[in-house]
């Protein structure tokens, strides 16, 4: 199956076929991976650069949690369900780094999309509570992707692993609904031990 993220008039038959293969076991998980990062310093952005990412790692994420919003309440009563939104680091306020050399220090299109994702988060968390239906946002690190490129410190399957044993050991009911954020280093504690805590940004 494909989608693509910002044709919204697409989503409602790529819902149709989700829940051709899910039926009435609705979705448990949906992981909201796709993002592209605009590296324009301020000097260079546009408002169409904001625009560009912000809708691609925002509202893109949070328009397909919407639409998939049906079939997850069907999962939550019958086990765990959960919206997983990759976030990052970079889109954090308090790690603004103002000392140089730091070439993600003033990346206004991708670090303030991914502010947005962290709140967008929060409040998916709260109005999703009272379906028992978890949504967090999480960092996999600096990844060698597309987007991460060839030198980044972390192999893919690395990245994949520890999401998906956060996914596995830490998404509680002790935290549904919770101010949380999942970094690297509890993704690298849960790759070592299955009794890593949780933690807040």
Known sequence: MQLEGTN???FPEFVKQVEAIVGDQGIDTLINNAGIAIK???DSVTAEDMLKNFEVNSVAPLMLTKALLPLLKISAPKRKTAV???SSGQGS???VNPTPPNPWRSMYPYRTSKTALNMITK???VDLKPHGIHVI???PGHLKTDLGGPT???EVSTGVSGVLNVIKTQITDDVLGGNRGIGLELVRQVLTT???KHVNN
Do not use: Q
């Open 137 to 139: 946002c999480m960092s």
């Open 8 to 10: 919204y008039n697409s």
């Open 93 to 95: 306020i308090t790690n």
């Open 84 to 86: 997983i939104n990759i």
């Open 40 to 42: 324009k310093l301020l």
């Open 152 to 154: 980044a410190d972390l």
């Open 123 to 125: 409040c998916l968390a």
């Open 194 to 196: 299955t009794h890593a």
